[in-house]
């Protein structure tokens, strides 16, 4: 039976923002696991603390609405405790980046296999319009009363410093681009990361809509020419196609290179795309390997009457005196 | 006081091999159906500090060091200067006559206030600051020393197997020490030979040589000082000395048992070593039907699971990580000790709103900061009370005793599930790095209980499944992430019984009291004897109100007073959350003079316990110098306040 | 109970301007002579959630809020929803009647069960679920209705002003609600011009609109509805009132006077305010001697300093970068909340261990975990008390109002410093988001306390200063990093007098006891007068025992108590640590009946009275729906105790 | 007066294992004190937890040995109360980016005027030898029971990613240069970051000191290549030599491709060197200009009879009804 749209809404009232960037990520959300069929009862979304955050409630498979920049570690435990779930991390800039930036980076080594969206709106927004990572020095927004007076973080250019397998960025109104990103991202065998560029009208003044759009980006005949672009309708190719160490050092090199174009051609799209790493799931079955064929949230642990199913004898003979 | 146990000790430089030569030496006696307790003692460095080890025997149980050295067994000049005064009148000392001409001076690991005390006394004494004139003055304090030439010893056995490398023979001079000691106590040969064996026995050339190390010593204590030594050591024939176990060991054994198969770590003192031995034995065997029943259940029968272990980034990710398994329905946990653990407390919040099984397990050592890290004490159970912000339900449970240790962890599974709510398992460090000989462990005895567990959702309305239900008793129906039939949500926030964002006054209400009435509920359910050991008798001249691992120095120090006509008796409270009052307030109302004993400065427990019972207990035995308390020291605490001499705060001071 | 002050509320969606027409009819009453008491309550929602806020007005001093609405000013249907029903008899509603129609079922922020109470009502009355038929039932309930065409009024002022766009006509809707609100009281019409002109000083072109606005809608009440309301404001000559002020601000102030010159924080609500308005008046006037003294130093006159406010990464950085400014010789303080505080356990252990002064001021919200971020409750004060592994002095301070607030952040600096202690100083949300009239603040009452601080170091070995000598009060004294004549070193490792690692048992007691026992001085040096307050006869009825922002309607409603003839005292615990044990217990030991209030659900003050004086306390009257207690509710309270009809646990419930 | 090396020796003991690589960065650390002949009672050397963290106590200026995964906001605190003291930071690898890799990434941001040094052994030292984030997939140092399941992070280029202006490596055993570095890192106007390759001989039997040297690098003549070089000398220039963003843009780019080189040639030197960004001081100063002439650590705070000197009347004026 075919998932409907409308199967993924929740009962729970929605209070972000008229015109909030946040509305179309949730809407390519739910088309995608929609378009993908996904079981709701074998999905969950996680995610931190923020206006962005809230959107496990809108949506109506699992929903884990978790600390301020533990998304990340949360959903990593989910995923270890079954793998076979699906599942999906969203958070904002602030919390994937600025409180939970050690677990970005370090979640990078492990290459589980889920997927990681950022609502990237370069503030704050739940705190009232602070400045998030991913605000430019020196720019003021029409929340902050002076100008950001830190230097701003490239979120392509620290996932691919920290071992995502899959970086792509999306944008929050061109829904339908960004639905198949995220279809990608979920296919993807490894840790992937999308950043989605994701207008708040309320505190972000400068990276709006019409910014977007190319408001004051004008060609020779005055037309504005919209300030995002999409890198494979461009000849772009950020996939990894053999696992020639080679091919897959010139292919992370070229994301990081092609990381630096921002502002007046912004590319969305996939930057980088390497299926021939180890996830972490196969790892810890290289370990123990039960871990694939029996995993913990499989496991029975007792008989129906409370006798535990763990033989630890074998443990017990190494203590004999 | 009488003892009739031996108190056996070797030291050395960190990385020397210390460990390897204690644990030799207890499980050659173990092996002898002796009753071992070994107790460890090193720096927070990696080499070159010193370290040493403690070894207590016994023909009967032993719960306990004792701070009085029988025998000090050294090979280099450190554990001489640190160690040879400590050792009793009668006691011996076994030391390389080679390093006689060794200085104090030049060794820059003695603290300036060691170096200054010791050069004190043996100036005073007229002795040279060197080991020939600390051990000379060890021999006027009536210490027998036997001379021991390691080098000569070594070189034999090592000319009889062709090895003449300086630093393989080295690397039996612990072996030597520990064979020369057990030939003075008149150990049997062949005991010893064959623990020698056992311990490395991946590698037969280096067990062999080694074993004959042991005869080498033998041969050489049996020329030149048979039967020198008074005290004998013999084996035993049957006794129920069935294991040889290390605190993080029972730990993680009990944990695979329990069912938990999600342990998340970030690597610290004491702690990791429990996750290193579940990493190790992570392939789980999953017929444990078989242990009680031969005709095991077909369903499990062969089947093998797994527990991941996982170390994280830090103890936030390990705490918010082991917190989404146990989301996922699986048994979770995670271990470390203060440091991470301060870490943890905002994470431990999220646990408690969301009702999610978790168990924490707290080693806890020397604070505050990073304090001593390998150090101990009991300083953390107030901050375990009360880490994270707000108010929600958490269990806080105690282990007194290595045993107490593996089922209280069975049980700390079981209460966090059963009631949905976080736990903190406190294992002091005195017991995580304490060897002890023990009876059986019965694995059959224990049983699991997962609560209101679903395995499938059979009440969701339009797909939407009530987590958070009303329920009179508080606990709700818990389907884990993943469940088919419904979904539902979670979230930090107060929520509705959807688990969404609620503000609403009314609901606040039913949540905070749906949440905290499990406490009340937990209390009316578990029963006493999980929660409280009461030992000695009703009437006693002195009532003692102690937890975690004074437990054991605590036991052996009853009778000894016993035997000096004090009777004691003592309250050991295992689950200080939720606190059993109406118990312990019934015991204290009789007793005649209640002692707080706790390792720690502010005695944390007796607040606890005033702060329940509205008991006054003004009498506190406290230690805070980072050493466990031993035996002896709460055999003299008690019978000084017996006999009326104690100051109020009786503070303990030994160790070194 | 005869309240002789007026109650008046404004509602309506979050980010529609609810604060401005606050801020503006409390000014307005403020500019009269008047005291003010406002209350705000709202969303953890940045747009479209319901707020609202609640101004008591008063000509004696009023310190709270009440839970009766007299006058209920709105201007759209949700507001009249929620609220309506909350109006006494014989008060007013103000609304616009184009609003009728407005169906309940149309609003989705009003949650379900609130939805469903309504609907309930509405249809037991025969009533519609409609703005009209709620304007009935609060008709038929007693209130006065005042329909006011806020769009006809607002068109003719546009029409005035050539302003046609709507958006912008919409944006005096609060002006004019204000306005029908003080023209039903028949308060001075210039006097409210005077303040919305003041208020748009800025846009002088809207602020004349506005000001029409005002005498619009006072045209239209005087031809309407004059002499209708029988409640009539007015305003006064001489007061004390002189400042009308906001809990953040007091504290940033107090800052800024007691010299603190580093604030970091990562932001959270309620606390980033305090750090934004820091950010905003980060360059500080530095001829302050001038305050008392026409005669100003020289060294000072017109020099200029700076406070450096940074925002963190998250909080564990920001009390470490704290620290860090601490032990540079500057006072540094960090401001947060819950979450965050639960962050910070870690670093306020290094900051014990090695005596470094910061301040921590944690405004109290909601908890646990998220909780409700922008709701009321004193749930930390446990926490604050035990965060951090290990055992370290540290000070807890919770002011009760905004005044205390502002000397005891002087205060707070002054303790940390003295004693080289960190410091957590518990401002809770119902202080910090509530605004009052006051009067005036003196600034030379402060004396500013550094204490054993060194400019220049004297006494180094060898280049080696001793940081952490020996001293007999345990304080020594204490050089910045940076201070010429010497190094030492910190670590949070134990350590010894220079601040070099040590794991040696006998200085290991000595700094435990150096450290701790700076509590047992402070206990003895600070004055009870800073420690506790005691209000009320020695020889009372009821003794209540409280801390916070509980003061204000406590004082309140024993004023009303007296009215009845039941005395009561209350004693107000602000040094929560060090605890002022013995006199505590010696006010209690007096009492006659006990009575904890607490905003928490276990009563956590009660516990700490508890442990410390082992008095048992019974009585409690607590609240945990996120919404602080009214006057009213604990006036209710205690006479119900009174009375001997109270459970032993009161649970207040009142709250929107 | 010259500062001789040996007055920046402390009386406290090392307890760093024989061979420890620690030693040639304190060596090299002393070293360039002397050389630059600093106010040791002006200078702060800010620590973790770990065995290189310890540095502290064996260098005879102020030492501040802080919490696990802290040394950079300790630090950064240090560095704002009094903007003109010499704050250097060291630490371990596990410390600076695993826990503290959040403190890492966003310090960048900052460009706080200090030097932080890396002591990168691919092991967590004091807690036995587990993985560090630096060590490489796959890899079993003799510490693991079984091969490292995590992938590692290149120092150089998460530092690159984080914005800081000053990126090296240096070796521990070639303790001049090492050295010339420190003195380099010192200099720098903003922050220095320094990776230095620091065996463990305990643990880590992979990065060894042998292997460093050379160890099984044969050249076709069978001579040992040391796998380190120096990039300078091989003609590399990281120096950003104007302010034009292009400039900028390039240099940047060329340090992270340049990062990529490790294992068999693995560069030693300055990958990048930009002095035309503000630090944070300055930027702190735009906001209030009294940051750089009366900084919080030089401010009076009260006269002698504990008057304030701040003068709030203009604060409580704005209150007044
Ligand atoms: C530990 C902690 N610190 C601070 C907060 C307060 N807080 C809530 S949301 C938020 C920032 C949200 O910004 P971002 O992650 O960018 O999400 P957005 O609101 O922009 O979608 C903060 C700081 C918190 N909840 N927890
Ligand atoms: C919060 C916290 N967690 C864990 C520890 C235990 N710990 C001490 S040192 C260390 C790792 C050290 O590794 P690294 O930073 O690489 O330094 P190294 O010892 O290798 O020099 C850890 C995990 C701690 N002190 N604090
Ligand atoms: S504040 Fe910004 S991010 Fe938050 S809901 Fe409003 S528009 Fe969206
Ligand atoms: S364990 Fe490694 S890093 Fe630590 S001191 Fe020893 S050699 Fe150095
Ligand atoms: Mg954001
Ligand atoms: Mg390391």
């Given at each position: 039976?075919?998932?409907?749209?409308?199967?993924?809404?929740?009962?729970?009232?929605?209070?972000?923002c008229p015109g909030c960037g946040d509305?179309g990520?949730?809407?390519?959300?739910?088309?995608?696991?929609?378009?993908?069929?996904?079981?709701?009862?074998?999905?969950?979304?996680?995610?931190?603390?923020g206006c962005s955050?809230?959107?496990?409630?809108?949506?109506?498979?699992?929903?884990?609405?978790?600390?301020?920049?533990?998304?990340?570690?949360?959903?990593?435990?989910?995923?270890?405790?079954?793998?076979?779930?699906?599942?999906?991390?969203?958070?904002g800039d602030g919390?994937?980046m600025g409180?939970?930036?050690?677990?970005?980076?370090?979640?990078?080594?492990?290459?589980?296999?889920?997927?990681?969206?950022i609502h990237d709106n370069e503030v704050y927004g739940l705190t009232k319009g602070q400045a998030a990572p991913t605000l430019g020095l020196g720019k003021k927004t029409k929340s902050l009363p002076s100008p950001n007076i830190n230097q701003s973080i490239n979120p392509i250019?620290?996932?691919?410093?920290?071992?995502?397998?899959?970086?792509?960025r999306?944008y929050s109104y061109d829904?339908?681009?960004?639905?198949?990103?995220?279809?990608?991202?979920?296919?993807?065998?490894?840790?992937?990361?999308?950043d989605v560029l994701q207008p708040c009208p309320t505190y972000n003044d400068i990276q709006s809509k019409e910014y977007w759009a190319g408001e004051g980006n004008l060609?020779?005949?005055?037309?504005q020419l919209p300030r995002t672009?999409?890198?494979?309708?461009?000849?772009?190719?950020?996939?990894?196609?053999?696992?020639?160490?080679?091919?897959?050092?010139?292919?992370?090199?070229?994301?990081?290179?092609?990381?630096?174009e921002f502002g007046d051609r912004t590319p969305l799209?996939?930057?980088?795309?390497?299926?021939?790493?180890?996830?972490?799931?196969?790892?810890?079955?290289?370990?123990?390997?039960?871990?694939?064929?029996?995993?913990?949230?499989?496991?029975?642990?007792?008989?129906?009457?409370?006798?535990?199913?763990?033989?630890?004898?074998?443990?017990?003979?190494?203590?004999?005196? | 006081?009488?003892?009739?146990?031996?108190?056996?000790?070797?030291?050395?430089?960190?990385?020397?091999?210390?460990?390897?030569?204690?644990?030799?030496?207890?499980?050659?006696?173990?092996?002898?159906?002796?009753?071992?307790?070994?107790?460890?003692?090193?720096?927070?460095?990696?080499?070159?500090?010193?370290?040493?080890?403690?070894?207590?025997?016994?023909?009967?149980?032993?719960?306990?060091?004792?701070?009085?050295?029988?025998?000090?067994?050294?090979?280099?000049?450190?554990?001489?200067?640190?160690?040879?005064?400590?050792?009793?009148?009668?006691?011996?000392?076994?030391?390389?006559?080679?390093?006689?001409?060794?200085?104090?001076?030049?060794?820059?690991?003695?603290?300036?206030?060691?170096?200054?005390?010791?050069?004190?006394?043996?100036?005073?004494?007229?002795?040279?600051?060197?080991?020939?004139?600390?051990?000379?003055?060890?021999?006027?304090?009536?210490?027998?020393?036997?001379?021991?030439?390691?080098?000569?010893?070594?070189?034999?056995?090592?000319?009889?197997?062709?090895?003449?490398?300086?630093?393989?023979?080295?690397?039996?001079?612990?072996?030597?020490?520990?064979?020369?000691?057990?030939?003075?106590?008149?150990?049997?040969?062949?005991?010893?030979?064959?623990?020698?064996?056992?311990?490395?026995?991946?590698?037969?050339?280096?067990?062999?040589?080694?074993?004959?190390?042991?005869?080498?010593?033998?041969?050489?204590?049996?020329?030149?000082?048979?039967?020198?030594?008074?005290?004998?050591?013999?084996?035993?024939?049957?006794?129920?000395?069935?294991?040889?176990?290390?605190?993080?060991?029972?730990?993680?054994?009990?944990?695979?048992?329990?069912?938990?198969?999600?342990?998340?770590?970030?690597?610290?003192?004491?702690?990791?070593?429990?996750?290193?031995?579940?990493?190790?034995?992570?392939?789980?065997?999953?017929?444990?039907?078989?242990?009680?029943?031969?005709?095991?259940?077909?369903?499990?029968?062969?089947?093998?699971?797994?527990?991941?272990?996982?170390?994280?980034?830090?103890?936030?990710?390990?705490?918010?990580?082991?917190?989404?398994?146990?989301?996922?329905?699986?048994?979770?946990?995670?271990?470390?000790?203060?440091?991470?653990?301060?870490?943890?407390?905002?994470?431990?919040?999220?646990?408690?709103?969301?009702?999610?099984?978790?168990?924490?397990?707290?080693?806890?050592?020397?604070?505050?900061?990073?304090?001593?890290?390998?150090?101990?004490?009991?300083?953390?159970?107030?901050?375990?009370?009360?880490?994270?912000?707000?108010?929600?339900?958490?269990?806080?449970?105690?282990?007194?005793?290595?045993?107490?240790?593996?089922?209280?962890?069975?049980?700390?599974?079981?209460?966090?599930?059963?009631?949905?709510?976080?736990?903190?398992?406190?294992?002091?460090?005195?017991?995580?790095?304490?060897?002890?000989?023990?009876?059986?462990?019965?694995?059959?005895?224990?049983?699991?209980?997962?609560?209101?567990?679903?395995?499938?959702?059979?009440?969701?309305?339009?797909?939407?499944?009530?987590?958070?239900?009303?329920?009179?008793?508080?606990?709700?129906?818990?389907?884990?992430?993943?469940?088919?039939?419904?979904?539902?949500?979670?979230?930090?926030?107060?929520?509705?019984?959807?688990?969404?964002?609620?503000?609403?006054?009314?609901?606040?209400?039913?949540?905070?009291?749906?949440?905290?009435?499990?406490?009340?509920?937990?209390?009316?359910?578990?029963?006493?004897?999980?929660?409280?050991?009461?030992?000695?008798?009703?009437?006693?001249?002195?009532?003692?109100?102690?937890?975690?691992?004074?437990?054991?120095?605590?036991?052996?120090?009853?009778?000894?007073?016993?035997?000096?006509?004090?009777?004691?008796?003592?309250?050991?409270?295992?689950?200080?959350?939720?606190?059993?009052?109406?118990?312990?307030?019934?015991?204290?109302?009789?007793?005649?003079?209640?002692?707080?004993?706790?390792?720690?400065?502010?005695?944390?427990?007796?607040?606890?316990?005033?702060?329940?019972?509205?008991?006054?207990?003004?009498?506190?035995?406290?230690?805070?110098?980072?050493?466990?308390?031993?035996?002896?020291?709460?055999?003299?605490?008690?019978?000084?306040?017996?006999?009326?001499?104690?100051?109020?705060?009786?503070?303990?001071?030994?160790?070194?």
């Open positions: 039976m075919a998932l409907k749209l409308s199967d993924l809404k929740t009962s729970a009232h929605n209070d972000w509305f990520i949730l809407n390519a959300v739910q088309m995608a696991l929609a378009e993908m069929n996904v079981d709701p009862s074998n999905t969950v979304v996680v995610s931190g603390v955050s809230k959107v496990p409630h809108f949506i109506k498979t699992y929903g884990v609405h978790t600390l301020h920049g533990r998304a990340i570690p949360f959903a990593t435990g989910i995923k270890l405790a079954n793998p076979n779930m699906e599942v999906i991390v969203e958070g919390d994937g409180i939970g930036a050690g677990h970005f980076v370090n979640s990078g080594r492990r290459n589980l296999d889920m997927l990681y969206i250019m620290l996932a691919m410093a920290s071992g995502y397998t899959w970086v792509a999306g829904v339908r681009h960004l639905k198949d990103l995220i279809i990608k991202g979920i296919r993807h065998k490894g840790y992937a990361f999308l060609d020779a005949a005055g037309k672009y999409k890198m494979e309708e461009a000849g772009y190719d950020g996939v990894v196609h053999s696992d020639d160490p080679a091919e897959v050092e010139r292919k992370v090199q070229q994301a990081m290179l092609k990381s630096f799209g996939v930057f980088y795309q390497n299926e021939f790493v180890s996830t972490y799931g196969d790892r810890l079955a290289g370990h123990s390997p039960s871990y694939k064929t029996n995993p913990p949230a499989a496991q029975e642990i007792a008989l129906p009457d409370g006798a535990p199913l763990a033989n630890i004898s074998r443990l017990l003979d190494d203590l004999k005196v | 006081m009488k003892r009739d146990d031996f108190s056996w000790m070797i030291g050395g430089v960190q990385g020397s091999g210390v460990d390897t030569s204690a644990t030799i030496f207890a499980r050659a006696a173990a092996s002898g159906g002796l009753h071992v307790f070994g107790k460890r003692e090193y720096y927070s460095n990696i080499k070159g500090e010193h370290s040493y080890f403690q070894v207590r025997v016994s023909k009967g149980t032993i719960r306990s060091h004792v701070d009085t050295v029988d025998m000090l067994a050294t090979f280099e000049e450190e554990t001489i200067f640190r160690h040879a005064l400590e050792v009793r009148s009668e006691g011996a000392i076994i030391y390389d006559p080679d390093q006689d001409p060794k200085r104090l001076d030049q060794i820059p690991t003695v603290e300036a206030n060691v170096r200054a005390a010791l050069n004190a006394e043996l100036s005073k004494a007229g002795l040279s600051a060197d080991v020939k004139g600390i051990v000379e003055l060890a021999r006027r304090r009536g210490a027998h020393i036997y001379p021991i030439p390691y080098n000569t010893i070594l070189k034999d056995v090592g000319a009889k197997h062709g090895e003449t490398s300086l630093s393989a023979l080295q690397r039996m001079l612990n072996v030597v020490a520990v064979a020369a000691s057990f030939a003075l106590l008149g150990y049997d040969e062949e005991v010893v030979k064959a623990s020698v064996r056992n311990h490395f026995r991946s590698k037969p050339k280096v067990a062999e040589m080694n074993a004959d190390a042991v005869g080498a010593a033998y041969d050489h204590v049996g020329q030149k000082y048979a039967g020198s030594f008074s005290y004998r050591l013999s084996p035993m024939k049957s006794t129920d000395v069935k294991l040889f176990v290390r605190g993080n060991t029972m730990v993680a054994m009990a944990k695979e048992l329990a069912g938990c198969r999600l342990q998340t770590y970030y690597p610290i003192t004491p702690a990791s070593d429990e996750s290193e031995y579940l990493e190790a034995h992570s392939e789980i065997q999953l017929d444990g039907a078989a242990q009680g029943d031969p005709q095991a259940s077909e369903v499990a029968a062969m089947k093998k699971g797994s527990i991941a272990v996982v170390q994280s980034e830090d103890e936030i990710a390990a705490v918010t990580m082991a917190i989404g398994g146990g989301l996922a329905g699986v048994r979770s946990s995670t271990s470390t000790s203060g440091p991470g653990f301060s870490l943890m407390a905002e994470g431990l919040g999220y646990a408690g709103m969301n009702e999610v099984p978790v168990v924490v397990t707290l080693y806890s050592r020397g604070g505050p900061s990073t304090g001593l890290p390998t150090r101990h004490e009991q300083g953390d159970l107030r901050f375990a009370l009360h880490a994270g912000h707000g108010e929600f339900p958490r269990f806080v449970l105690a282990s007194g005793d290595l045993e107490e240790a593996f089922y209280d962890t069975v049980r700390a599974f079981n209460y966090s599930e059963k009631y949905q709510t976080p736990l903190i398992h406190i294992v002091d460090k005195a017991l995580a790095n304490s060897d002890s000989t023990m009876s059986a462990l019965d694995p059959t005895k224990v049983k699991i209980d997962r609560g209101a567990f679903l395995n499938e959702i059979t009440t969701a309305v339009n797909g939407e499944f009530k987590r958070f239900q009303h329920t009179p008793t508080g606990v709700s129906p818990r389907a884990p992430l993943g469940t088919k039939g419904g979904v539902n949500w979670y979230t930090g926030d107060e929520h509705d019984e959807l688990g969404h964002i609620s503000e609403d006054p009314v609901n606040r209400d039913y949540m905070m009291e749906k949440r905290m009435g499990k406490l009340d509920l937990a209390d009316r359910e578990i029963p006493i004897s999980e929660r409280v050991n009461f030992f000695g008798p009703e009437d006693a001249d002195i009532t003692v109100v102690s937890w975690g691992s004074t437990k054991g120095a605590i036991l052996d120090a009853m009778e000894w007073l016993k035997q000096d006509g004090i009777t004691v008796n003592f309250i050991q409270v295992r689950l200080v959350n939720p606190f059993p009052t109406e118990y312990v307030a019934r015991l204290l109302s009789k007793a005649k003079r209640i002692v707080g004993i706790e390792m720690n400065y502010s005695a944390q427990l007796i607040g606890v316990v005033r702060e329940r019972t509205c008991i006054p207990i003004e009498q506190l035995v406290v230690k805070y110098n980072g050493r466990p308390m031993s035996s002896e020291e709460i055999y003299g605490a008690l019978k000084m306040i017996y006999e009326g001499n104690a100051p109020k705060k009786l503070v303990l001071k030994h160790g070194a």
